[in-house]
């Protein structure tokens, strides 16, 4: 039923370093480069209370993860902070995670900056820092003048160029722009755009884009846990959630069940999924990923400035949402 | 899996006339008073050129749904274009539509005003031009002061009194408003109070209502043929859609489909309807609705005032959409 | 500096009952056929215990304000709950209005209806109920279809059959729908649309609205105390404030200092009145300005439901306003 | 009347270099430490056909602009793609316009960054790169979190150790967020914040800021042209406007017009601007912005990618504007 059944085995590994992966994709096939169905963490960015980079407790946070079924993991996704990274930080970053992932999981780098050329800098650059493929935000700043022209322009130049597969990123929680269907149905016909994370949250959005992509075998992940079954039930492969930092076993579980048609008990995880979900996205936000990600035995830590670390009562009110769903 | 399974058969006619019905919905079983789960169109109104209502018309449109297997029928949801009639007209529309309604279809009847006495009333007057449920919008133009503590008084003082079932109704396109969530949560308890019809597409927060309601058997029906698939998938019982004016016959299969588990199917047919949908409701709204209907056989015509019939442009637009996927 | 220095003297009284009187507006000299510079207080709709109009109350604020300068009063602005109103009630409450208010002074109605036919209708009789004028706000039910052709059309028709001038009414806080730019330029030049009232704000708009049509003597009212300075330095000639129902005295103090062109002193007039017109419009509504009508000797009372009256708590806020500015 | 008369000349210069200048703001006097009253274009930055910085083109701007009686200028606002700007980028632009600017000419640069960390240490290059004062837009990517705390948080930390003055940014055109005004109201009393450019063009919101932070001498521009009269009107001290780019000498000209109290002929000036200053904003961006600077003489040139260049239809129609204002 999901692409997954329909797609090659990851062809990770499968090219040379300094070739353009995309040109294993041949226009006849419409296979992809790379089956990236299934769930993935964005992972958190652990800082030492001098707001450094804490690379130790990110190690431990991976080695945790790796006994998770996770298809991969998103690295500086908006839940990575990027925005407060330097470019070298963002980087290294990405270089370390490589070193510790086990080889048959997909390292999905954020690449997105503001300018194009930076962007197509930071994509190359992530590649080499080992990369499998690269997750480019929506430039947003002149959101009035990111016409659908504007970011198909952006975009393709972006693909033309990166030496791993492009996948597009919608967030308009975060940005205020939705990356138009439109010009996502154009990009999808780039050998070298893959798919798209959509955490818009737009249901009906989501399934024109599936059928209006279908036969270039696009891949649609879920950009949250809140509606990852319906987005199952409407075609998409999988899913890119913060919860999954801290719940990420469940997540996995609830893709088993989508996957192998068991809706009703499917139904029943995802019910208890949605408030937690709420709460360390919308509600909370990246503080409140990353105190729920201590009390689950992850290092979460506070974030940088300006993002307070939540107050007493913000804390309270977050365990609540946990332990009343029988997580804590 | 879907509510209906676990429900009673309809139990419209029960009631001797002017019994509150809710006394029939027994606190301890959680049985809803009324099955509503199924398929509804949101009729329109037809007008003769000089703007009256069309009544030979409507009966014509009538005696064509009555061989769809739609659960029921809605009379003056938005649209009915009932903002544009009067209360008189609002009545005598519910009336003819019963006359000539199959006596087992639901007749559900949208009785919202902004006041909560008007509502009351009208409420009640439906009831007696026949409506088995009405179908209350949520008042909107003070929508600063509009609360969840000022919507939970209001629906609860048209629940006492109405003689019949109340079904919520969330259509933030129109109203910009949204029932807030913890307002439907607090709404669903009340005897009276037997499902919410959701237009806003938000599925997590469908998905929510449907879970934090479910021990007392609140029925969701999906507000519009967009995100049919993913609402059952999510629990919903059924959904009233624009859609079903035109498409009724397929909207009917996409459930049977869904209620029988063939997701892969369904997923097909879904599909299909997304752009036709959003073109009869977003994108050209009633006049465009109307002129489709008169493509597929029935009886559109022209709207109200100030609402106006589609441009030349607008009405090819509108054709393409339908011919390219295969429905004209 | 004002366009009232330019206009000739209230021409109301001029028209023998039942002729049309904008044909008194003649093309050539594009005079208005009627001068509303000026404050207006959009007065509440007082109500009894058992949520009836209250005439007596109603007659006692009159009283009170007709020792204040105000150029007229507005009947059935959103602050008049008017869409909580029977038509009969809109009608009698005009009714009563025009036989206690001094024959020098403007009445104000608000006629606007979702369907151009009831608002026709409706603008007629609020004439033959003794409205020098007719405020129509714009339909906005179905605000995906409001287009500047469809409201063009709605308020021409309106125009062109009301027997007493008609004011556009654009108030985005209520309707969720601003009354586009370039409808109003349009609608600017029927010799029966002699204005506008602007709630929205967006004083940018407001100068340019104003710019575009000075050639045709188009007359536009700040439709908050908020921005009323500066509707004022940007060529304003007036105001309908709901804080003129209590602050009616100040508010006609500001014009006289905005119009004398003692713009510093003004500035200190105004300061004061930002905070506490928010509080009984925005932040507080209908209620919290009939809160404090009670305060300053006015019969404000409850509101119909579904607006519910302050809580204590938010009584004690709304007090700490007017005191903080030393109103109370 | 307004704060200019009541304000010693600019203190620029005064401080020696290295020296916090916000220690010679004395907290009993409340007199700023610099008077920035004033019109301010902010600056575009023109780009050779590589896309690389053109700073022969920028001096030749920077040469036309000295004749202007501005009060300085803005080096990267939102106009100056400094987005798209590398740090080094930014830093050297500011270092080279300070080079050729007359000594007496404020050059207020924009210093935000997303993080906190980031924003101090733009902040001090930027002082010791010439910059008089600061202007820190609002971080915004998180929004969600984006309190008042936060941001409170943020902006006193940047005030603390910044060598120049900081000038608050709130542009929610570009950052779908506003620096909440009771954020702006406690942030006012710190002695190294001295004004706000408020870019959001609520008139109501300006005037409480200026009433509310009145005792501290705290100093509003407008952040835009469309509403300068209407700011001053209200107590703003100047403007920073895109469209001093172009139309400079006319927006000092309806400062003097403003200042000296000619407030007819200043509306008359300002009409005229109102649609000009549209179009090289919100309606075509930077690209409408920069090929108008063609047309009046300055070199505007291309964008950096993702912004494109403006369409053969969209020159038209920008050229329309300017000329028909009789400007072009």
């Known amino acids: 039923m999901l692409l997954r059944t329909l797609l090659p085995a990851c062809m990770r590994g499968f090219c040379s370093p300094g070739t353009p992966r995309?040109?294993?994709?041949?226009?006849?096939?419409?296979?992809?480069?790379?089956?990236?169905?299934?769930?993935?963490?964005?992972?958190?960015?652990?800082?030492?209370?001098?707001?450094?980079?804490?690379?130790?407790?990110?190690?431990?946070?991976?080695?945790?993860?790796?006994?998770?079924?996770?298809?991969?993991i998103v690295v500086q996704g908006s839940n990575g902070e990027y925005t407060y990274l330097s470019k070298e930080e963002r980087l290294e970053v990405v270089h370390r995670v490589r070193q510790k992932l086990p080889k048959e999981k997909i390292l999905m780098a954020g690449s997105g900056c503001e300018s194009t050329q930076a962007t197509?800098?930071?994509?190359r650059q992530m590649a080499e820092?080992?990369?499998?493929?690269?997750?480019?935000?929506?430039?947003?700043?002149?959101?009035?003048?990111?016409?659908?022209?504007?970011?198909?322009?952006?975009?393709?130049?972006?693909?033309?160029?990166?030496?791993?597969?492009v996948i597009l990123y919608s967030v308009p929680g975060n940005t205020a722009l939705d990356l138009p269907l439109d010009a996502v149905v154009t990009l999808a016909e780039h050998p070298n755009i893959i798919g798209i994370k959509d955490s818009g949250g737009d249901i009906t959005r989501m399934g024109l884009i599936i059928h209006k992509t279908q036969h270039l075998a696009f891949q649609v992940l879920s950009g949250s846990a809140g509606f990852l079954l319906p987005g199952y039930a409407i075609g998409a492969v999988g899913g890119v959630c913060a919860l999954a930092n801290i719940l990420g076993t469940q997540l996995c579980e609830l893709e088993r069940l989508c996957v192998g048609?068991?809706?009703?008990?499917?139904?029943k995880l995802q019910y208890r999924l949605?408030?937690?979900n709420a709460a360390v996205t919308r509600r909370f936000g990246i503080p409140g990923?990353?105190?729920?990600?201590?009390?689950?035995?992850?290092?979460?830590?506070?974030?940088?400035?300006?993002?307070?670390?939540?107050t007493e009562q913000e804390q309270k009110d977050l365990r609540k949402v946990f332990s009343s769903y029988g997580w804590l």
Not at 135 to 163: E, F, I, K, N, W
Request: aromatic content about 10%.
């Open 261 to 267: 048609g068991q809706w009703q008990e499917a139904r």
């Open 289 to 310: 990923l990353k105190q729920a990600m201590e009390w689950f035995g992850y290092h979460g830590g506070n974030c940088r400035s300006p993002l307070l670390p939540l």
């Open 274 to 276: 949605i408030e937690p």
């Open 129 to 165: 820092a080992g990369a499998e493929a690269v997750l480019v935000v929506t430039p947003c700043y002149y959101r009035g003048r990111m016409t659908s022209a504007a970011l198909v322009h952006h975009y393709t130049q972006v693909a033309d160029s990166s030496p791993v597969p």
């Open 22 to 72: 995309f040109m294993h994709k041949l226009a006849s096939t419409k296979k992809p480069a790379l089956d990236i169905s299934g769930i993935y963490p964005p992972i958190t960015t652990p800082f030492n209370d001098r707001e450094q980079v804490d690379y130790a407790k990110l190690d431990e946070n991976l080695q945790k993860y790796s006994s998770i079924p996770f298809r991969g």
């Open 120 to 123: 197509i800098e930071m994509s």
